[in-house]
């Protein structure tokens, strides 16, 4: 079998605790080969990186493989790739740099249906250099972005636009393709959040056509830390602030102080995982990754629907997000019920259910859900039937 669910679940050791996680959206599980991988890196001989003594090469290769681990995921060049703590941590950084440039008269572009990390950096970038911020709001109802919501806010003043490439709680994921290519039309620069994304779909960065695109490991099997990436011609022309003696090569001129090498090693293992998912795929790792996200996606969609079509069901149910594309994440409601409790209930049956705005703070509000949010379920690339079932048995049983 191409995917084989059970012969995944095996690599899982936390699976062993019986417990069904459909909190994937916030953190995925991990295999175990991620673990040794970051408990064999930090144990081998290691230095600063340098290519001279052995243990310098070994941290060398770490950082080398990495990079090239993450331009196989993603389809970049490798030159491109800057390591972060997280993704929260890249956006920052990349607001700064790229404001130093931005002034009056000079804006901005975000939507409601971001993760605050994908908005507060930039907006607040703006607003210190006197930037006009505009904001690009979805529907309601289908909680769709269409492509016209960014470029009826694109003029020739536009400098920078940063977009979901799915919404953490609601799924939707917008057209980033025909975004990048209106963006770019009108000289800006294109960003996109791929950290809910990453885990569900192929992604194909040279094909999207954006300046930036990120994900974060720990949405994917690996350890906490983030990875943005861009073309290397382009972080060439970006100033940032640095250390006097550090470098001025990139990617490492974005990257400060020393880097937790044994912590790469976790994300060259995740995404080698990845890579075996469909452990018949052959060929290169980046043909591998095509073809196991592949299989994935027609391992979840189902289950998605199966998952939706039940909880839909149950009495007193409101659902959010039915964008035609989008990833097998779920976000709901009961009538007269509080999501927490909900949320503590399913907890004692074992069931990782959670309640919350989950930083999508911008599109809880306009949802009506203020900070409170919804109970979110995200299916796993370990998730099953039987998993579903219990969260179906579990939210009957309130
Ligand atoms: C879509 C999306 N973007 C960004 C983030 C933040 O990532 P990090 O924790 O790496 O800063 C999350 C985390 O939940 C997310 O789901």
Redesign the pocket.
């Known amino acids: 079998m191409a995917y084989d669910v059970n012969r995944i679940r095996k690599e899982f050791p936390s699976l062993d605790s019986g417990i069904a996680f459909f909190d994937g ?3 995925s599980q991990v295999p175990k080969s991620v673990g040794q991988a970051i408990a064999a890196a930090i144990t081998q001989p290691t230095s600063n990186r340098n290519t001279v003594t052995l243990s310098e090469q070994n941290a060398e290769k770490c950082v080398q493989d990495y990079r090239a681990a993450v331009a196989d995921l993603l389809n970049c060049d490798s030159k491109g790739v800057i390591y ?8 920052y950084d990349m607001s700064r740099n790229l404001a130093k440039s931005w002034g009056p008269g000079d804006e901005i572009i975000v939507t409601r249906l ?2 605050d ?2 908005i507060r950096p930039w907006v607040q970038a703006a607003e210190a250099k006197g930037a006009t911020v505009k904001w690009a709001e979805f529907d309601k109802e289908s909680a769709e972005l269409p492509v016209e919501s960014i470029t009826n806010l694109l003029s020739n003043k536009t400098r920078f636009v940063a977009v ?5 709680t609601l799924g939707t994921r917008p057209d980033i393709a025909a975004m990048a290519k209106a963006v770019k039309s009108v000289g800006a620069l294109f960003l996109v ?5 990453t885990p569900h779909a192929v992604i194909d960065f040279k094909a999207i056509g954006a300046d930036f695109l990120g994900f ?1 490991s ?2 994917i099997f690996g350890p ?3 990875s943005l990436v861009s073309h290397p011609e382009l972080l060439e022309q970006i100033k940032n602030d640095k250390l006097a003696p550090s470098t001025t090569v990139v990617p490492e001129r974005f990257e400060f102080g020393t880097l937790p090498y044994e912590i790469m090693a976790g994300v060259t293992a995740s995404i080698d995982f990845v890579a075996g998912m469909d452990d018949q795929a052959t060929g290169t790792r980046r043909e591998r990754i095509i073809k196991s996200m592949n299989a994935l996606e027609a391992y979840e969609h189902p289950l998605f629907e199966y998952m939706e079509k039940e909880i839909s069901a149950l009495p007193g149910v409101k659902t959010y997000g039915h964008a035609k594309l989008r990833t097998p994440t779920l976000y709901f409601t009961f009538e007269g019920k509080d999501s927490v409790e909900i949320f503590k209930h399913l907890a004692k049956l074992k069931v990782n259910a959670p309640a919350h705005n ?3 703070y911008e599109a809880s509000h306009r949802l009506g859900l203020g900070d409170k949010g919804a109970i979110r379920a995200g299916l796993a690339p370990y998730s099953t039937k039987e998993d579903v079932d219990r969260l179906v048995s579990g939210l009957k049983s309130f």
């Open positions: 959206p916030g953190g972060g703590r997280s993704w929260t941590q890249l956006t971001d993760h990390s994908n979901t490439g799915a919404a953490n959040d791929a950290v809910h994304l974060s720990y949405k906490h830390c983030g989950f930083y999508a």
